[in-house]
């Protein structure tokens, strides 16, 4: 879970820190894969997911899902 004040939005800073995440994930754990969740009127972090390499997984009426499995990130088990 990540969040930022509105003077921080559009800078990268969301993306920037989630690769960071994803890469100590990768290289320090086990994980086949990982979800990301977001409210369904915040699309600003649903491209955050979609520039993850993440791809869509579901929705519901208030939630929206996104995953990445580690082989798709190019990261052997």
Do not use: C
Not at 18 to 31: D, E, I, P
Not at 51 to 72: E, H, W
């Amino acid at each position: 879970m990540y969040g930022l004040e509105r003077a921080s939005w559009g800078k990268g800073l969301a993306t920037e820190a989630s690769r960071a995440v994803l890469a100590w994930l990768w290289t320090s754990t086990g994980y086949p894969r990982v979800f990301a969740r977001t409210d369904p009127p915040n699309q600003k972090s649903i491209a955050v997911m979609q520039r993850l390499g993440m791809r869509f997984d579901s929705a519901s009426p208030t939630l929206i899902s996104y995953v990445l499995d580690r082989s798709a990130a190019g990261h052997k088990p």
